[in-house]
T-cell receptor, first 112, second 113 residues
Framework: GENVEQHPSTLSVQEGDSAVIKCTYS??????FPWYKQELGKGPQLIID?????GEKKDQRIAVTLNKTAKHFSLHITETQPEDSAVYFC???????????FGAGTTVTVRA | IAGITQAPTSQILAAGRRMTLRCTQD?????MYWYRQDLGLGLRLIHY???????GKGEVPDGYSVSRANTDDFPLTLASAVPSQTSVYFC????????????FGEGSRLTVL
């Protein structure tokens, strides 16, 4: 099955700086890569996703890049704000079983 | 407000007891999922259902069972709880298995002593 690795496990950034989280996946057939944000005491919520036919997608301060050759994808948060503090999960989905495999998560802390 | 409702929010359970975690969605989504979340391991799929009447095993199905009698409900049962099942359990749904986006409930924190 799919194996997704996520780094770093924790990330502390100064407010206004950028944050980058990286993930690798094992199944070259995977074609859908979402990112979820989980705030304390809540369930994860989709913030951005990318499919294998594009290399980059941006939504305001967040962007995701995908390198299919290297089998890795990254989340970029610019101009971080205190409300960006949360746990972020990357995931990958294969084309046949439609099941998401999640990374272990990154705890992001934005220092004021 | 449309969404997913899980119950109970939190439960402490003696080992060996039977427990059912409830999950209801009102979005008329076809696919539903149960994940467990453990520190350092992320979210791991326990069981899923692509449509009412069908279920499938995920990554960590042992010790758990599910049923999908209708579109809205997807209960998760621990037949005889063990301490290693101490975790936070999340129910999720999606319009279909192929669409990708999951909508999660608020979670059920289960402690097995």
């Amino acid at each position: 099955g799919e194996n997704v690795e996520q780094h770093p496990s924790t990330l502390s950034v100064q407010e206004g700086d950028s944050a980058v989280i990286k993930c690798t996946y094992s199944d070259s057939a995977s074609n859908y890569f979402p990112w979820y944000k989980q705030e304390l005491g809540k369930g994860p919520q989709l913030i951005i996703d990318i499919r294998s036919n594009v290399g980059e997608k941006k939504d305001q301060r967040i962007a995701v890049t995908l390198n299919k050759t290297a089998k890795h994808f990254s989340l970029h948060i610019t101009e971080t704000q205190p409300e960006d503090s949360a746990v972020y999960f990357c995931a990958a989905m294969g084309p046949s079983d439609y099941k998401l495999s999640f990374g272990a998560g990154t705890t992001v802390t934005v220092r004021a | 407000i449309a969404g997913i409702t899980q119950a109970p929010t939190s439960q402490i359970l003696a080992a060996g007891r039977r427990m059912t975690l409830r999950c209801t969605q009102d979005m008329r989504h076809n696919a539903m999922y149960w994940y467990r979340q453990d520190l350092g391991l992320g979210l791991r799929l326990i069981h899923y259902s692509n449509t009412a009447g069908t279920t499938g095993k995920g990554e960590v199905p042992d010790g758990y069972s599910v049923s999908r009698a209708n579109t809205d409900d997807f209960p998760l049962t621990l037949a005889s709880a063990v301490p290693s099942q101490t975790s936070v359990y999340f129910c999720a749904s999606s319009l279909s298995g192929a669409t990708g986006e999951l909508f999660f409930g608020e979670g059920s924190r289960l402690t097995v002593l």
